[in-house]
């Protein structure tokens, strides 16, 4: 499977070294083209001017979202669309800035072309932790939320090839409590003393 991956950052890196892992194919494409290369020439993956990919993962910011989803809209219909945001109010710390009845992963579906599935997964989870494939020498879970079934399957594969278990978490709506045990995840970091080496995993 090609995944494509919009962005160049930590959580970019570190989301296409859990799909190589996998033995699937990564494709960069983002807006600054030097670092893109760099990326791609590091991780063995290649460097692309559309989308390509079966399944896209915009692993950019909540607020750069909506302008990347602008760019990309025509390329991005009929792909598995992955949201990994975090709408975290970064001016306070206090909460998210999304709507209480809505969430990131449905703000960015109402941007894209019709029947264009939108799967909520990486959010609850770090770039050093993804980039290591463990958090405290244990794999952990990537929590999936999506309406999409098929969506959901695609994502898991690449998810659970990688080394990481995959856990459907229901619909997407669901994304409005992932998003807040995202933020929860961050906000726990100091006083847990974590380090952001903390993974998410579910026992039963």
Sequence with gaps: ????IIGAGKMARAIATRVLAG????????RNRAAVEALAGELGASVGDAVSGEAVVLAVPYDAAADVVAEHRDALRGKVVVDIT??????????????SDSSAAEEIAKLLPEGTPVV?????AFAPTLAAGQAGGQPFDILLAGDDADAKKTVASFVEAGGLRPL??????RARQLEQLGFLHMAAQ???GAGFGSGITFRW
């Design 120 to 124: 909520k997964a990486f959010n609850t």
């Design 23 to 30: 033995g699937n194919e990564v494709e960069l494409i983002g």
């Design 1 to 4: 499977m090609k995944v494509t």
């Design 86 to 99: 975090n709408p975290v109010d970064w001016s306070t710390f206090e909460g998210l800035v999304t709507p």
């Design 168 to 173: 459907d978490v229901g619909p997407l709506r």
């Design 190 to 192: 100091e006083p847990m």
